[in-house]
């Protein structure tokens, strides 16, 4: 099975969001990325496809965030969400090659870290870890566990301290 990872474009758009409402049982992720779209946070080369025989199968986006210290200073750095592989194509890698190649791109693109709220067994395996060890937060009551961040490159959150303010859209959703 081979599979294509590349840029979304604008004839996409509808598989992607069928793909995340697919994926989550529920239209938040997939309103979520149509609204991301829409933002000055949307980074287009980091909005990821995966392929098979021309069937997309998966999505990845990546939006950028600010982390904000307790003196007002600003950080830019990304947010991985959502992930989303068809039901009928979980458990195969794709969810993996998207992360994979979403990480490569993003340390291409010049960012230095990503933030992730997601599954505590998951996202480790890329090298995420507990924010909380630079002492950042979420905005939202979640565990630490599961609220990650990963240096993209070495010392990518060196001084970086505070809470993550995400875009608009994911308190739309």
Not at 38 to 44: R, W
Not at 71 to 92: C, D, I, R, T, W
Not at 95 to 100: E, T
Not at 101 to 112: D, H, I, K, V, W
Request: glycine share 6%; no cysteine; net charge negative.
């Amino acid at each position: 099975m081979k599979i294509n990872i590349r840029q979304e474009n604008t004839e996409d758009k509808e598989d992607v969001h069928e793909i995340n409402r697919m994926a989550f049982g529920q239209e938040n992720e997939a309103r979520l990325v149509d609204l991301l779209r829409d933002s000055s946070a949307f980074v287009p080369e980091l909005s990821l496809v995966a392929a098979i025989d021309n069937q997309l199968v998966g999505h990845i986006l990546f939006s950028k965030i600010i982390i904000t210290d307790k003196h007002h200073n600003e950080f830019e750095s990304l947010a991985l969400a959502p992930m989303a592989v068809l039901p009928a194509f979980q458990g195969k890698g794709i969810g993996a090659q998207l992360v994979a190649a979403g990480l490569n791109r993003a340390r291409a693109s010049g960012y230095t870290s990503i933030i992730v709220l997601g599954h505590a067994h998951y996202y480790p395996r890329f090298g995420f870890a507990p924010a909380q060890q630079w002492n950042i937060r979420s905005p939202y009551d979640v565990p630490s566990n599961v609220f990650m961040a990963l240096e993209l490159v070495p010392d990518g959150l060196k001084g970086v301290t505070g809470i993550v303010k995400y875009p608009e859209a994911f308190d739309a959703v």
